[in-house]
């Protein structure tokens, strides 16, 4: 099993940033691909951003690309998402995922490992 510790959630202002963590542990492996996750209340859990288990290959939705980046620290076992130009939809709970699989999936179903996912609040 993996375990996965989101934190960096928070309450900011449109126009601020926030920079979230996600700490895997347990049976990790360098190699895991990571995905960042966000559900608002009574939506569904969308996809934000994927990175590759080597941080080469990213990929974003299109509602965040140009302002949220993902990076990761191989070393720590961790993967940042740093989210600039804030803006009150972006207000949600956002987990870090992890799937057992490769590539750079897209979709909720692919993942196996969750974390519990930090809250993110955009105010006007």
């Known amino acids: 099993q993996v375990q996965l510790v989101e934190s960096g959630g928070g309450l900011v202002q449109a126009g601020g940033s926030l920079r979230l963590s996600c700490v895997a542990s347990g049976r990790t492996r360098t190699y895991y691909t990571m995905g960042w996750f966000r559900q608002a209340p009574g939506k569904e859990r969308e996809f934000v951003a994927v990175i590759n288990w080597s941080g080469e290959m990213q990929d974003y939705a299109d509602s965040v690309k140009g302002r949220f980046t993902i990076s990761r620290d191989i070393v720590k076992n961790t993967v940042y998402l740093q989210m600039n130009s804030l803006k009150p939809e972006d207000t949600a709970i956002y987990s870090c995922?992890?799937?057992?699989?490769?590539?750079?999936?897209?979709?909720?179903?692919?993942?196996?490992?969750w974390g519990q996912g930090t809250q993110v609040t955009v105010s006007s």
């Open positions: 995922a992890a799937p057992r699989g490769g590539g750079m999936p897209r979709r909720v179903y692919e993942y196996d490992f």
